[in-house]
């Protein structure tokens, strides 16, 4: 069991905008961060922190959080965000890092 | 550029050892934590531990008992050992890169993963 609950899945029309959420009481303290990840690949770091994106990571990524609910926005989603996306935090306690199960976007 | 080269057997027996090297190129391994991570086939990702170059660590409770992680400044260097592995222990594993805050903290770098197998 995660203590971080994401939807298993997700779909968004091409172009549009989707938000994938990570539901938590650790979120209330602690930010949550998210990867993306494709097939075959390791994840790589979309957004951590407050709103922070690494270089390279294209703007229409973003992130947010309210109470116990952090979420992650992509506004335009294009085909080549079509992919695995995990959030990633700390534990009620703040002693350990622990995983989403994960969200699987479909872009249609 | 900072990369992280893993190295180790795909292959391990149950019961047995499993021993995998994260090589850190670009960067030094003095100056940041380096953790582990796992993904078994088709499921989510899953902490193993992580540790500072000074010897502080801390580990998945529910791993523990089996993981030894390590760190070699002189060759910038992350090691893992998963002792008594069984099947369930079969997956990726990747050596990755933990920055942040008190408040934050964030996996910038991933190595490419090794998968490792239990079987006999």
């Known amino acids: 069991s995660f203590e971080l609950t994401q939807d298993p899945a997700v779909s968004v029309a091409l172009a549009q905008t989707v938000r994938i959420t990570c539901q938590g009481d650790s979120l209330r303290t602690y930010y949550a961060s998210w990867y993306q990840q494709k097939p075959g690949q390791a994840p790589i770091l979309v957004i951590y922190?407050?709103?922070k994106r690494p270089s390279g990571i294209p703007d229409r990524f973003s992130g947010s959080t309210s109470g116990n609910t952090a979420s992650l926005t992509i506004t335009g989603a294009q085909a080549e965000d079509e992919a695995d996306y995990y959030c990633?935090?700390?534990?009620?306690?703040?002693?350990?890092?622990?995983f989403g199960g994960g969200t699987k976007l479909t872009v249609l | 550029q900072v990369q992280l080269q893993q190295s180790g057997p795909g292959l391990v027996r149950p019961s047995e050892t499993l021993s995998l090297t994260c090589t850190v190129s670009?960067?030094?391994?003095?100056?940041?934590?380096w953790s582990w991570i796992r993904q078994p086939p088709g499921k989510g990702l899953e902490w193993i531990a992580y540790m500072y170059y000074s010897g502080s660590t801390n580990y998945n409770p529910s791993l523990r008992s089996r993981v030894t992680i390590s760190v070699d400044p002189s060759n910038d260097q992350l090691s893992l050992k998963l002792s008594s592995v069984t099947a369930a222990d079969t997956a990726v594993y990747y050596c990755a890169r933990l920055l942040g805050t008190a408040m934050m903290d964030y996996f910038d770098l991933w190595g490419h993963g090794t998968l490792v197998t239990v079987s006999s």
């Open positions: 990633h935090s700390r534990d009620n306690s703040g002693n350990h890092v622990i």
């Open positions: 670009g960067a030094s391994i003095s100056n940041d934590y």
């Open positions: 922190g407050k709103n």
